[in-house]
């Protein structure tokens, strides 16, 4: 079964960093691009960052993220990380690891999330 | 950036009706188009991609239609545990843009 389990959430104050983590399982991880998706507290979701498969490095960033977050993945470890610096308050959600589905763009598996919160 | 507008917000209904729900995009996005359910603290689920393709698993009573601006989610039968928020995402170029959600009631 596909696992995606996510860590390194945590209370953090405004300035400070944190790095996220996303250990995958169940499926070959260098085939799939994968994502970070978050999810403010009662709020919508909002898409942060992709990583292309292992066949380019094409990455993106919402522009909300850009130049504060860096997304990386470590075939090895078959892992994906986010880097995320210089956090805001606005930054506090949920922020899931997530499977882009072969073939489109769209999330076919989630991860349970790990919550950051950005508060002094 | 393309915009996605989802309407309505939030609906009630009862089992057994017939639920839609509309998403537009500020310009055309091709068929690039997914859905998700996101029941009550749980992670949100894959329901359709390419606008009309169900995801393998989920129950037919779900559908999608549409293409260019106009996409519509349409359960055919509410059941209960279809009491969710709904999300439409677009991935027709970056960002991969979420709808705001709709909350589907009883």
């Known amino acids: 079964d596909v696992q995606l389990v996510e860590s390194g959430g945590g209370l953090v104050q405004p300035g400070g960093s944190l790095r996220l983590s996303c250990a995958a399982s169940?499926?070959?991880?260098?085939?799939?691009?994968m994502s970070w998706v978050r999810q403010a507290p009662g709020k919508g979701l909002e898409w942060v960052s992709y990583f292309s498969s292992s066949t380019s490095t094409t990455i993106y960033y919402a522009d909300s993220v850009k130049g504060r977050f860096t997304i990386s993945r470590d075939y090895a470890e078959n892992s994906l990380y986010l880097q995320m610096n210089s956090l805001r308050a606005e930054d506090t959600a949920v922020y899931y690891c997530?499977?882009?589905?072969?073939?489109?763009?769209?999330?076919?598996?989630w991860g349970q999330g790990t919550l950051v919160t950005v508060s002094s | 950036d393309i915009q996605m507008t989802q309407s309505p917000s939030s609906l009630s209904a009862s089992v057994g009706d017939r639920v839609t729900i509309t998403c537009r995009a500020s310009?055309?996005?091709?068929?690039?188009l997914a859905w998700y359910q996101q029941e009550p603290g749980k992670v949100p689920k894959l329901l359709i991609y390419?606008?009309?393709t169900l995801q393998p698993g989920v129950p037919s009573r779900f559908s999608g239609s549409g293409f260019g601006t106009d996409f519509t989610l349409t359960i055919s039968s509410l059941q209960p545990e279809d009491f969710a928020t709904y999300y439409c995402?677009?991935?027709?170029?970056?960002?991969?843009?979420f709808g705001q959600g709709t909350k589907v009631e009883i």
């Open positions: 169940g499926f070959t991880f260098s085939t799939y691009a």
């Open positions: 995402q677009k991935y027709y170029g970056v960002p991969l843009t």
């Open positions: 310009q055309a996005i091709s068929d690039s």
């Open positions: 390419a606008a009309s």
């Open positions: 997530v499977r882009v589905k072969f073939g489109s763009y769209s999330f076919d598996y």
